[in-house]
């Protein structure tokens, strides 16, 4: 099963609670709210009260991902206001395996993330322990970056450790994302697609851009079972 994560990042928020339904009623699967603070990326975005505000907005999963220095002092703020996945960098993490646990006794699922420049091995020791992995295909930061192709070798290689140590987590993607390269990205591994600008900034509209993706991830599931023997 795919699914669709809308990264409000690219959303005009002063129509945040209308974007959202949009992008609701198109039906995507998660809501992502990227938290930047600044120093651990080289941009300022949204804390804890965007996703109270969320929460408010819609039922749907709340998809939050932390790039941000000593996550592990803002988990609980994040998950009181309504977080059902938190995922962390494993960059400069040197609490990594303690914060994974600390989301999960909250009843959240834990998710751990890469840079571009950070090889599949260095999640290797935790990826037991984690219930999504995310594969960032642009540095982190900014919203409407171009994606990396060089990722989806990446993502291969992660998927086939994912396999043997941990089959029932999320693999997910973010940077870049569109109609262009996701039926790639799918073949490569990944079940989870953050877009933002895709969505969001489609130029006929969310329905459109949230349908284009989808029509690609149809095709990619009626081709999974030559896929999978590919793999």
Not at 130 to 144: E, H, K, Q, R, W
Not at 178 to 196: D, E, K, L, R, Y
Request: proline share 6%; with cysteine; glycine share 6%.
């Amino acid at each position: 099963m795919y699914y669709l994560s809308a990264s409000i990042l690219s959303a005009d928020f002063a129509n945040l609670a209308d974007q959202i339904r949009q992008a609701e009623d198109a039906g995507v699967d998660w809501i992502h709210i990227d938290v930047m603070d600044g120093h651990f990326v080289p941009n300022i975005t949204m804390g804890p009260f965007i996703v109270e505000t969320c929460r408010r907005i819609t039922s749907l999963p709340l998809d939050v991902h932390l790039m941000i220095e000593k996550p592990e002092n803002h988990i609980q703020s994040f998950i009181n206001a309504g977080a059902n996945w938190v995922s962390i960098h494993i960059e400069g993490n040197s609490n990594v395996h303690r914060t994974l646990q600390v989301i999960q006794s909250q009843d959240a699922k834990a998710g751990i993330v890469l840079n571009p420049g950070t090889p599949a091995q260095a999640i290797e020791a935790v990826l037991p322990f984690t219930d999504l992995v995310l594969v960032m295909t642009v540095n982190p930061g900014f919203s409407g970056q171009s994606f990396i192709p060089q990722m989806v070798e990446k993502i291969s290689s992660i998927k086939k450790m994912m396999r043997k140590t941990n089959p029932d987590a999320i693999l997910q993607v973010d940077g870049g994302i569109n109609p262009q390269n996701i039926s790639a990205v799918a073949q490569a591994g990944a079940n989870c697609f953050v877009a933002a600008t895709a969505i969001f900034k489609h130029p006929q509209g969310i329905a459109e851009g949230v349908n284009s993706l989808r029509k690609q991830l149809q095709q990619k599931m009626r081709l999974s079972p030559q896929i999978q023997e590919s793999d």
